[in-house]
């Protein structure tokens, strides 16, 4: 029975030692951080600071829907990353018909890249109108 206790350890004990070299690691962090972090007080501690710049304005700005179409058309070509990776690594074992499916998959997908730029989801800036053409009455 001990022996295979001993086996089992001489197999695990990279992954034991790895678990508690994290642990250990995070108790660290969290020790570190309660420690040192709480040092500064005043008006300017309770401040929300991002990168270096102090916020003006309200939190509840409204932001265009631009910016969340541009956020779900990555998603999407994100996702297709995905699947064409998946694609190369198992180009071999496929074949022809594996390659038909990405070309057509690809095909599908740059249609619908090519309606988003025509209805203009990709345009950032407003289309310059033109003024209106003076009408004389006359």
Known sequence: MSDQITQAVAQHWAVG??????????VFMIGASALLGGRS?????????????LGTGSARQRFSVKFYLVAMLFVIFDIEAVFLFAWAVAVEEVGWPGFWGAAIFILILLAGLLYDSRVGALDWAPKHRQPPENRSHG
């Open 17 to 26: 030692l790895f678990v508690a070299a994290t642990l250990g690691l995070c």
């Open 41 to 53: 007080r005043g008006p300017s501690k309770s401040l929300p600071f991002e990168s270096g710049i």
